[in-house]
């Protein structure tokens, strides 16, 4: 009888509270201002468990905070993937550690610019890996388990926390500080890391994403400037002055849900599209989609469906990359 082969998966570092060394194991909280960073190769001599799951061929990347974490990064982090894959094949999946402050927004870019067949899974931890009760270790090891596993093949790129596999675009942090943080508001995880090793798969995301989608950043240096304007009662025009005045290519609107902005609001949204720039509208409610309206067509507002603003931000800076026609720009929004 064959034994199955150990499955062989990279695990790049990009820092974050899954990597972070606490002053003692009650420093669950301040450790983010007085701590260090452990490096994916110390992390794996922390916890040993994870090299029981996998062959693991360790690439140092970045150690940061994931509020440092921008579209510099995503690109440099987009080419890290590629050359790990390439140089270290064959590869069953890549785990990338992440800050949990904005890892939903560096899955969704990888989720439409990677354009690698193995599994890309980002993990991360709401506490410390030396936090008494830390998440990060068993966090790290169902990662890699994902990583490897036949049944999360063609599911684009996935978060894995709190035992869970969640799609990268429909995932985003809904606490500060609770274990169960993300979410998935509107249509619910993807499955499950069992504690027996196994991960079991329920439903696969129908929207486009890794490795087919459309974009492709190998060798961009930078993206279009894209900003979010949140609306709330009484919002005037000034950030989406300022914006337009900063040289913003797209603004997104973090509207009030349904999809509607203040009368200034609005105001200052129809002269940034007379001046050029890309509008899309989304929502502050963290559910529920943007739906388009006769009045939005006629303003050549595009809308976000259920994308959240941070989301909506990175899939409008890639459609910039590729073309600035409202109704091209709108297909993807459609699509992705």
Same mark, same amino acid.
């Given at each position: 009888?064959?034994?199955?082969?150990?499955?062989?998966?990279?695990?790049?570092?990009?820092?974050?509270?899954?990597?972070?060394?606490?002053?003692?194991?009650?420093?669950?909280?301040?450790?983010?201002?007085?701590?260090?960073?452990?490096?994916?190769?110390?992390?794996l001599v922390r916890f040993p468990e994870v090299t029981e799951a996998a062959e693991i061929v360790s690439v140092r990347f970045?150690?940061?905070?994931?509020?440092?974490?921008?579209?510099?990064?995503?690109?440099?982090?987009?080419?890290?993937?590629?050359?790990?894959?390439?140089?270290?094949?064959?590869?069953?999946?890549?785990?990338?550690?992440?800050?949990?402050?904005?890892?939903?927004?560096?899955?969704?870019?990888?989720?439409?610019?990677?354009?690698?067949?193995?599994?890309?899974?980002?993990?991360?931890?709401?506490?410390?890996?030396?936090?008494?009760?830390?998440?990060?270790?068993?966090?790290?090891?169902?990662?890699?388990?994902?990583?490897?596993?036949?049944?999360?093949?063609?599911?684009?790129?996935?978060?894995?926390?709190?035992?869970?596999?969640?799609?990268?675009?429909?995932?985003?942090?809904?606490?500060?500080?609770?274990?169960?943080?993300?979410?998935?508001?509107?249509?619910?995880?993807?499955?499950?890391?069992?504690?027996?090793?196994?991960?079991?798969?329920?439903?696969?995301?129908?929207?486009?994403?890794?490795?087919?989608?459309?974009?492709?950043?190998?060798?961009?240096?930078?993206? #279009?400037?894209?900003?979010? *304007?949140?609306?709330? $009662?009484?919002?005037? =025009?000034?950030? &989406?002055?300022?914006?337009?005045? %900063? @040289?913003?290519?797209?603004?997104?609107?973090?509207?009030?849900?349904?999809?509607?902005?203040? #009368?200034?609001?609005?105001? *200052?949204?129809?002269? $940034?599209?007379?001046? =050029?720039?890309? &509008?899309?509208?989304?929502?502050? %409610? @963290?559910?529920?989609?943007?739906?388009?309206?006769?009045?939005?067509?006629?303003?050549?507002?595009?809308?976000?469906?259920?994308?959240?603003?941070?989301?909506?931000?990175?899939?409008?800076?890639?459609?910039?990359?590729?073309?600035?026609?409202?109704?091209?720009?709108?297909?993807?929004?459609?699509?992705?």
């Amino acid at each position: 009888m064959n034994t199955p082969s150990k499955r062989r998966v990279a695990l790049i570092g990009t820092g974050g509270t899954i990597s972070s060394i606490g002053r003692g194991s009650l420093d669950l909280w301040e450790y983010m201002d007085a701590g260090r960073k452990a490096e994916p190769d110390e992390l794996l001599v922390r916890f040993p468990e994870v090299t029981e799951a996998a062959e693991i061929v360790s690439v140092r990347f970045r150690s940061m905070s994931s509020a440092a974490v921008g579209p510099p990064d995503w690109l440099a982090l987009d080419a890290a993937v590629h050359d790990a894959v390439s140089r270290e094949a064959p590869l069953d999946g890549v785990v990338i550690t992440h800050g949990t402050a904005t890892l939903e927004e560096t899955a969704y870019f990888l989720n439409l610019t990677l354009k690698v067949d193995a599994t890309v899974v980002l993990v991360g931890s709401q506490r410390p890996a030396t936090g008494l009760s830390s998440d990060a270790g068993l966090n790290l090891v169902n990662a890699v388990r994902v990583a490897g596993a036949p049944e999360a093949r063609g599911l684009g790129v996935l978060v894995l926390l709190n035992d869970e596999v969640q799609a990268a675009r429909e995932v985003t942090k809904t606490s500060t500080l609770r274990l169960e943080t993300f979410r998935s508001p509107d249509l619910g995880m993807l499955g499950y890391a069992d504690p027996d090793g196994r991960v079991a798969i329920y439903r696969r995301p129908t929207r486009r994403h890794a490795p087919e989608a459309e974009f492709d950043v190998r060798g961009r240096t930078d993206l #279009p400037r894209v900003d979010i *304007a949140a609306s709330y $009662a009484g919002a005037d =025009g000034a950030a &989406i002055q300022a914006f337009v005045a %900063a @040289g913003a290519r797209a603004i997104v609107s973090a509207s009030l849900p349904p999809g509607v902005t203040t #009368p200034a609001e609005t105001d *200052a949204l129809l002269e $940034a599209r007379r001046r =050029g720039v890309l &509008i899309v509208l989304s929502s502050r %409610a @963290g559910s529920g989609r943007v739906l388009p309206r006769t009045v939005l067509r006629e303003r050549s507002f595009v809308v976000a469906d259920n994308l959240n603003p941070q989301k909506a931000r990175v899939l409008a800076m890639l459609a910039l990359s590729r073309t600035d026609d409202v109704a091209e720009v709108q297909r993807m929004f459609d699509e992705y």
